[in-house]
T-cell receptor, first 112, second 111 residues
Framework: ETGVTQSPTHLIKTRGQQVTLRCSSQ?????VSWYQQALGQGPQFIFQ???????GRGNFPPRFSGLQFPNYSSELNVNALELDDSALYLC???????????FGPGTRLTVL | RKEVEQDPGPFNVPEGATVAFNCTYS??????FFWYRQDCRKEPKLLMS???SGNEDGRFTAQLNRASQYISLLIRDSKLSDSATYLC????????????FGSGTRLSIRP
């Protein structure tokens, strides 16, 4: 086990709602990255947080936002949910921005 | 052109075979490189980091070729348990991270 935890495991929302996903990083790690993975595709980079600051962002609209807390845990917030937001959301922690990442088990989000 | 490209496979090989995957990337300034494996409906798990000098972990060997902008993974003496999707990952870090996963190569090992 990596020591990275995510909650909740599964979530069902309706279009237009807002959702918050949570991630606890592995002990000693100060960097958290978030990914969206649709079925049959590789994970897509949403953004990375390093020491509570956003440090890189993929091609996701501003309704995807995040936070990192002083204990290096993190949240992903998605506003105005769309049907295409249905996916597995993964977080990964690492020691520094370019080092190996260790993934949590993911949150499976379904938008109806 | 995709920033990171992998052959999607599937590769279907017999147990004991040697199999090799390549992954090309577009940004010559890319900083770090990795191989992950992902089992069905599970999270990706780190297989190994990739260095220019090459690195080996048991039956697995990874190599980085910066001149030709590709990374490779070699699996020797394949086992049934090696069946999975293999993902290459490139961090095109330049003052901020830009982490790109390949779409994955499916490997199936048959008895």
């Amino acid at each position: 086990e990596t020591g990275v935890t995510q909650s909740p495991t599964h979530l069902i929302k309706t279009r237009g709602q807002q959702v918050t996903l949570r991630c606890s990083s592995q002990s000693g790690h100060n960097t958290v990255s978030w990914y969206q993975q649709a079925l049959g595709q590789g994970p897509q980079f949403i953004f990375q947080y390093y020491r509570e600051e956003e440090n890189g962002r993929g091609n996701f609209p501003p309704r995807f936002s995040g936070l990192q807390f002083p204990n290096y845990s993190s949240e992903l917030n998605v506003n105005a949910l769309e049907l295409d937001d249905s996916a597995l959301y993964l977080c990964a922690s690492s020691y520094r921005q370019i080092n190996e990442q260790f993934f949590g088990p993911g949150t499976r989000l379904t938008v109806l | 052109r995709k920033e990171v490209e992998q052959d999607p496979g599937p590769f279907n090989v017999p147990e004991g075979a040697t199999v090799a995957f390549n992954c090309t990337y577009s940004n010559s300034a890319s900083q770090s490189f990795f191989w992950y494996r992902q089992d069905c409906r599970k999270e990706p798990k780190l297989l190994m980091s990739v260095y220019s000098s090459g690195n080996e972990d048991g039956r697995f060997t990874a190599q980085l070729n910066r001149a030709s902008q590709y990374i490779s993974l070699l699996i020797r003496d394949s086992k049934l348990s090696d069946s999975a999707t293999y993902l290459c990952v490139v961090n095109m870090y330049s003052s901020a991270s830009k982490i790109i996963f390949g779409s994955g190569t499916r490997l199936s090992i048959r008895p």
